[in-house]
């Protein structure tokens, strides 16, 4: 699948690429014992988008800390979470400076996840005539694609649009809710139907 650079802007979500990126290595620690290898394995995701896409416009999409609109839907939701380690945070003020220091925007709001700014701006984007790159592992990203609207996993090193999600899957796009609430999900504590 061919993105144009010129018209699309990539929507990153910050968080899953963060914690893909602390559990994807080994531990890496500077000279001085300092823990790395989550701002060593986001930048070079970073870089080797740069560098394949050239992209005109990327955002890194953040979840804020505490309660989310979802928590006020389903009190449960993501109550069986462990705690992230302790290191994590450290790591992504590493990871904030380095996208300072090259000037990529990043955005969070308090009480929403960063799936649900992605989706906003990614509908505000393709109104106002852009495309949109999706860049995440998320399974659940999934239910934003549309025309005009494409996921990079950088993990799998793959784009897909609706069309190619179909073809894997059996389903279009639009039953992917419907799915989802028949399985549930427990990384979300979301029950399925029994």
């Known amino acids: 699948m061919h993105i144009n650079p010129e018209k699309t802007v990539f929507l990153i979500d910050g968080s899953s ?33 740069i560098d394949t896409f050239n992209p005109k416009a990327m955002v890194v999409v953040w979840d804020s800390k505490g309660k989310t609109t979802r928590h ?8 069986t979470r462990q705690a992230p380690p302790s290191d994590l ?3 992504k003020k590493h990871i904030l400076e380095f996208s300072n220091l090259i000037e990529l925007c990043h955005i969070a709001q ?22 949109v790159c999706l860049v995440t592992s998320d399974k659940d990203i999934s239910q934003m694609l549309k025309p005009g609207i494409s996921i990079f996993d950088p993990f799998k090193d793959k784009i897909f649009n609706a069309d190619d999600f179909a073809a894997a899957n059996g389903f279009p796009v639009e039953k992917l809710p419907f799915y989802y609430a028949l399985l549930g999900d427990t990384s979300d504590n979301i029950p399925g139907v029994k």
């Not at 994807?24 to 823990?35: D, E, I, N, Q």
């Not at 006020?72 to 109550?79: D, G, I």
């Not at 989706?119 to 495309?131: F, I, M, N, R």
Request: charged share 25%; hydrophobic share 40%.
């Open 89 to 91: 945070f450290e790591q």
């Open 17 to 49: 690429l963060l914690y893909r990126a602390y559990y994807g290595l080994r531990p890496l620690h500077t000279s001085k014992g300092v823990p790395v290898q989550a701002v060593y394995s986001f930048c070079r995701m970073i870089k080797k988008m």
């Open 72 to 79: 006020a839907m389903y009190e449960y939701y993501k109550a």
């Open 110 to 131: 308090p009480g929403v996840e960063a799936d649900d700014i992605m989706y906003s701006l990614g509908q505000e984007l393709v109104q106002a005539g852009d495309e």
